[in-house]
Nanobody
Framework: QVQLVESGGGLVQAGDSLKLSCAAS????????MGWFRQAPGKERQFVAI????????NYAGAVKGRFTISRDNAKNTVSLQMNGLKPEDTAVYFC???????????WGQGTQVTVSA
């Protein structure tokens, strides 16, 4: 079992930056792929970014590529999402996720709200 707790959300203006953090406990963090997802009101949850177990591989949704950076610290059991150049369309609840033994997204945090005003 893995417990995930996100933090760092808030209300910002367009063009500002925010850094989200996710603290993990439980199952070996370093053996899980980690990801960030987001869900805007009335929309389905969508993929934002993924980072591999070692941190050597990352990938991003097209809408955030070049603006967001995912990173992890296996010594501290944390994964972060640095968000620069925020846009109103980035407004959503952001969720941290961890993969399980079958590499499916099995564990989710409770989410943190990010609101970007125009």
């Amino acid at each position: 079992q893995v417990q995930l707790v996100e933090s760092g959300g808030g209300l910002v203006q367009a063009g500002d930056s925010l850094k989200l953090s996710c603290a993990a406990s439980g199952r070996a963090f370093s053996s899980s792929n980690m990801g960030w997802f987001r869900q805007a009101p009335g929309k389905e949850r969508q993929f934002v970014a993924i980072i591999s177990e070692s941190g050597g591989y990352t990938n991003y949704a097209g809408a955030v590529k070049g603006r967001f950076t995912i990173s992890r610290d296996n010594a501290k059991n944390t994964v972060s999402l640095q968000m620069n150049g925020l846009k109103p369309e980035d407004t959503a609840v952001y969720f941290c996720a961890a993969s399980g033994p079958t590499n499916q997204w099995e564990y989710w945090g409770q989410g943190t709200q990010v609101t970007v005003s125009a």
